[in-house]
């Protein structure tokens, strides 16, 4: 019988339950040489600045009159020109172009070849100007300039429609077969569930930035007769079948996460001790597990994921100079130390890392930040990154640009789905699923000719 | 800062020194029961049915009822509980800040703050054991219902900080649970805390000469959030479509700026106010300064124009009407509420009976938040039978399975204060009340899992927050709860809180009649046999009564049954 004392004294094993992960590493690597013919690993690391980064002071002119056209819109929220850092050569505007004061490591990544910006990218569903926009003519994005509706749109790739599955759980609907069947998602989240990572099949494996990043249940698997107590009694309500949906899916997610934590766990006690530093910002700390796991990727049977990050904060409504200040350094910092890790473990060429966010945000100021805009910039970085370019266009600043519909609000100059293709693409989304992932996308370009923006080399 | 995680892990070293002591004085196996109520004369013997009926109200409108309460419920039937927790005065959370502040000053707290300032801690202090303990427990539940929709959350540090921010803004929701949804707009409006977290304290009118523009911030979110939502909605909450199908957007940018007009020349209040004064003063609404609110017309929406030369308070009296007076607010409002409260994919029709209570047509004024409360609670579709409906019921969102947890089992402390951070509770759940990651809520209302909740057409907003992770974290909290000393997360020098099962102790030789009260206090009467039986297999062998008890609770707990209510 059980006795109290048994049954009390489990419990401060707060973490990970003490289980048995032998065996399943064994199937794991039966599994693993199936799928050996696959070409080699890759992953994507989506980075969401959620709140809509004010993306036109983190890439910045520095020629002197497009600098002086940049001051006079943005009036109290320009950034000096003498302390932006100056990236190297040109765009394809003839402009020359520096980074925000706070990324010195991201200026460095760009000199050295391994980090691309890709500038005013936005959501579109076809090319629109200004003037169709005046007139009411264009069709446009849904909820175009709200949270909800772009911080979505930015995820599903989806822009005439409100839909809860992104496109990179649309890949992990096509390619989750290429590793091993564990029941460890293709695709997993530092940040918990998201719209980027869901499909219509398929959820993220939501770990977290600590320890082997996965909890069990406390006791279950354990071998003593509370532990087997614990384990037989949840094994049989988790057996019983359910009607009500939502109760089937709160069973099934159970019984899955109980099913993969002691595989992940168990690989991830194996991960490679890195000698790579990272700070304490969660950002760091989240892209420090995500070089852990992909450091155990052949015992986790992956040769595709994806990963997920959240970085919240960036609506700056107000207080823009003084926010961005503070967190734009925490990304530059993070992003130079995962690539440092990725190098020590060899597979910097395999990992492509790119930022999303809401939007780019209103270059007029409201007296102390800005408001939801539209167009962005955003970074590209990886071995395999055609880098120290700034790809896409970057539009020309003036107060009476065609490209502005009202208090600085640029339309953007490449769509999402060109962004997102080029990215797809080189992860292995072949042709005849790339319409699958990105249902918009040939609005823009012609599957099966050269990749649209050509940041990324084909290896 | 202290992290949640080394909370938890400060709360389990002491643990495993105290576990023998604990076994031994929580050991006592039922032997001091405590004894029945003495009521004269003893009233009629409820029914299973009454019981099971009364206890699924609760499930909807409390943070979980005792056995007792529920059974004092169920005598009174709904429609009289529901009007005598009208009448209950609010519990506010005013009074245990400033106690919390006085005590501080005086020195109390002075050994415990080397490492964290307990300003942090009073508005979480206060508003668990408010939540805990309050008797007008319809009122709390629906002020966290509404603290989901209009949303502010202490990821803003001065939020945290100060501990009459969302306190204040708390004991505002509160106030005006049972009053009218006008009142509730505008002084959410005017809230500190709110000009704080969507940033219109302190904007500015325009000034062409240095290109400046007023922030477009609240002028968003009052409409897409807080009133009309983004599309013309039909009064049973579907979405209006134009020619072609698409939805008919509610407003325009262009009307956002016009609103954004509206919010401008707002600061802090108190006895020092000025425009632009960055120091906040919670304990007051904010005040208009015209000097700084846009001078000129606006336009509202469906063509009302506010015209130029009224005051800024004019301006924001007329523009809180324009929106509360929009056809949207009954559906929109009301189906969240459903949502919140009942179910996560209530029918068109039962969407339109709340829509109508809000619209007056019931007789009462319109916005009468206890007609739309009555019409939410008291609805056929949450009254009829469990199961009766397909695709009824929602996931418990963590907090509230939580309280409950507390509440069903007499939840008692030395002290009498219940105290809690809820630290750790946020970090294993990602939830807490006023720490939404964004204005957004913790999950959207829409949220539809991928699989076959999304092929059903349903959503299921909650499991938004319920992943691999967060999944088997809540399993642990219940194992907390039930078999170590972590009740409460208390910071020195409160003391944690202790559930107290003597009643289900008492009762636990028959595994049946503990099964069955078990159900009825936790699932209404829901808990499938199949569940059951697995449960009674697995406790039946633990001949410790206090243990059996725990596992039962533990067991229920972990179950879909319990998990997703019906």
Redesign the interface.
């Known amino acids: 019988?059980?006795?109290?004392?048994r049954?009390?004294?489990?419990?401060?094993a707060?973490g990970v339950a003490g289980t048995t992960v032998a065996t399943t590493l064994g199937q794991l690597a039966l599994t693993r040489e199936a799928t050996a013919q696959q070409s080699g690993y890759r992953a994507l690391v989506c980075i969401l600045l959620?709140?809509g980064n004010d993306s036109y002071n983190m890439l910045v002119p520095t020629g002197t009159s497009q600098h002086d056209a940049y001051s006079?819109?943005r009036?109290?929220l320009a950034l000096p020109r003498n302390e932006l850092i100056g990236l190297p050569g040109a765009a394809a505007n003839g402009e020359t172009y520096g980074v925000h004061p706070g990324m010195p490591e991201l200026a460095t990544l760009f000199t050295n070849g391994e980090a691309a910006m890709i500038a005013n990218v936005g959501t579109l569903l076809e090319a629109v100007d200004a003037a169709a926009i005046e007139a009411g003519t264009a069709r446009v994005p849904?909820?175009?300039?709200?949270?909800?509706?772009q911080i979505n749109q930015w995820q599903t790739a989806a822009p005439a429609d409100?839909i809860?599955?992104g496109w990179g759980?649309r890949i992990a609907d096509r390619l989750q077969s290429v590793n091993a069947a564990n029941g460890i998602s293709m695709n997993i989240?530092l940040s918990?569930?998201n719209v980027f990572q869901?499909?219509?099949?398929?959820?993220?494996?939501?770990?977290?930035a600590?320890g082997n990043g996965?909890?069990?249940?406390?006791?279950y698997g354990d071998t003593d007769e509370f532990g087997q107590?614990r384990t037989?009694?949840?094994d049989?309500?988790?057996?019983?079948?359910?009607?009500?949906?939502?109760?089937?899916?709160?069973?099934q997610?159970?019984r899955?996460?109980?099913d993969?934590?002691s595989v992940f766990a168990g690989a991830l006690a194996q991960a490679t001790d890195l000698a790579t530093t990272f700070t304490t910002s969660p950002f760091s700390q989240a892209l420090r597990q995500i070089a852990r796991v992909i450091s155990v990727r052949d015992v986790l049977g992956a040769t595709r994921q994806t990963f997920f990050v959240t970085v919240?904060?960036w609506?700056h409504?107000?207080e823009v100079i003084n926010n961005q200040a503070m967190m734009l350094p925490a990304i530059s910092q993070g992003l130079g130390e995962f690539r440092d890790a990725l190098v020590e473990l060899g597979v910097f060429t395999d990992v492509t890392t790119f930022t999303t966010s809401d939007f780019g945000r209103?270059l007029?100021?409201?007296?102390?930040?800005s408001?939801?805009g539209w167009g962005g910039h955003h970074i590209v970085m990886g071995g395999a990154v055609n880098g120290g370019e700034i790809y896409g266009d970057y539009p020309l600043l003036a107060t009476n640009s065609p490209l502005d519909v009202?208090?600085g609000i640029y339309i953007p100059t490449t769509a999402v789905d060109e962004y997102f293709a080029e990215l797809a693409l080189w992860f292995g989304v072949g042709t005849n699923d790339i319409d699958y992932v990105l249902p918009n996308l040939r609005a823009f370009y012609t599957p099966g000719t050269p990749p649209p923006l050509g940041f990324m080399s084909n290896r | 800062m202290t992290t949640p995680q080394s909370a938890l892990h400060r709360c389990c070293r002491p643990m495993l020194v105290t576990l023998a002591a604990a076994a031994l004085t929580a050991c006592g196996g039922g032997g001091e029961s405590s004894a029945p109520p003495v009521t004269t004369p003893p009233p009629p013997t409820l029914t299973r049915q009454a019981m099971v009926d009364a206890s699924r109200l609760a499930a909807q409108a409390t943070f979980g009822l005792t056995y007792e309460d529920i059974e004092s419920l169920a005598r009174r039937g709904r429609e009289a509980w529901l009007t005598a927790q009208f009448a209950l005065p609010a519990s506010l959370h005013r009074p245990l800040i400033d106690d919390f502040l006085a005590r501080r000053a005086a020195g109390e707290f002075d050994d415990f703050e080397e490492d964290i300032e307990f300003l942090i801690y009073f508005r979480r202090l206060a508003w668990w054991h408010t939540t805990i303990t309050a008797d007008d427990v319809l009122r709390q539940r629906v002020a966290f219902a509404l603290s989901q929709i209009f949303v502010v959350s202490d990821n803003v540090d001065t939020l945290l900080i100060y501990p009459h921010a969302l306190s204040e803004y708390y004991d505002l929701l509160q106030r005006h649970a049972f009053g009218n949804f006008r009142d509730l707009l505008r002084d959410v409006t005017l809230s500190p805390a709110m000009g704080i977290y969507l940033s219109h304290v302190n904007n500015r009118r325009s000034n062409p000469a240095a290109n400046t523009f007023p922030d477009e911030n609240y002028a968003r979110e009052v409409m897409q959030l807080f009133s009309i939502g983004l599309f013309e909605l039909n009064i049973d909450g579907s979405v209006q479509t134009d020619a072609g199908g698409l939805p008919l957007p509610a407003y325009s940018n262009e009307d956002i700026r016009e609103f954004a007009k509206i919010f401008t020349g707002l600061s802090f209040g108190g006895p020092n106010a000025s425009f632009g004064s960055i120091e906040p003063f919670f304990t007051a609404p904010m005040r208009m300064f015209d000097a700084a609110h846009e001078p000129g017309e606006k336009r509202l929406l469906n063509g009302a124009i506010v015209p130029a030369g009224q005051t800024g308070d004019e301006d924001i009296e007329a523009a809180i009407d324009n929106l509360f007076n929009h056809p949207n607010v009954g559906p929109f409002i009301g189906k969240q509420l459903i949502q919140r409260l009942v179910t996560s994919n209530p029918s068109p029709a039962y969407v339109e009976r709340v829509a109508r209570a809000f619209n007056g047509e019931g007789g009462t004024p319109r916005g009468d938040m206890q007609a739309v409360l009555r019409a939410v609670l008291l609805d056929a579709e949450a009254t009829a039978a469990p199961g009766s409906i397909s695709d009824f019921g929602k996931l418990r969102e963590p907090v509230v399975r939580y309280t409950a947890l507390l509440r069903h089992f007499n939840v008692e402390s030395d002290d009498g204060f219940i105290a809690n951070l809820g630290f750790t509770l946020q970090s294993l759940t990602r939830q807490h009340p006023l720490s939404a990651p964004s204005v957004f809520n913790f999950y959207l209302p829409s949220h539809s899992p991928p699989g076959d909740i999304a092929a059903a057409g349903l959503v299921a907003p909650e499991f938004q927050i319920l992943n691999s992770n967060t999944v088997v974290n809540f399993a642990n909290i219940l194992d907390f709860v039930l078999f170590t000393e972590f009740v409460t997360e208390a910071p020195e020098p409160f003391v944690s809180a202790r559930i107290n099962l003597d009643d289900y102790i008492a009762i636990a030789d028959d595994v049946d009649e503990l099964l069955e009260r078990l159900d009825i206090v936790m699932t209404y009467g829901t808990l499938q046999a199949s569940t059951r039986n697995a449960i009674r297999a697995a406790i039946e062998p633990v001949d410790d009564n206090n243990l059996r008890v725990r596992a039962a609770i533990y067991l229920i707990g972990v179950s879909s049954d319990y998990a997703v209510r019906l």
């Open positions: 019988m059980l006795n109290r004392r049954f009390l004294g489990h419990s401060c707060l959620a709140g006079a819109i009036s109290d849904v909820g175009l300039f709200s949270h909800a509706d409100r809860a599955d759980g989240s918990g569930t869901s499909g219509l099949n398929s959820t993220e494996y939501s770990i977290g600590t996965v909890v069990g249940i406390n006791g107590f037989e009694s949840i049989a309500l988790l057996a019983i079948d359910q009607s009500s949906l939502l109760r089937r899916e709160y069973r997610r159970l899955a996460s109980i993969a934590q919240g904060g609506d409504h107000d209103t007029t100021s409201n007296g102390r930040g408001d939801h009202g208090r």
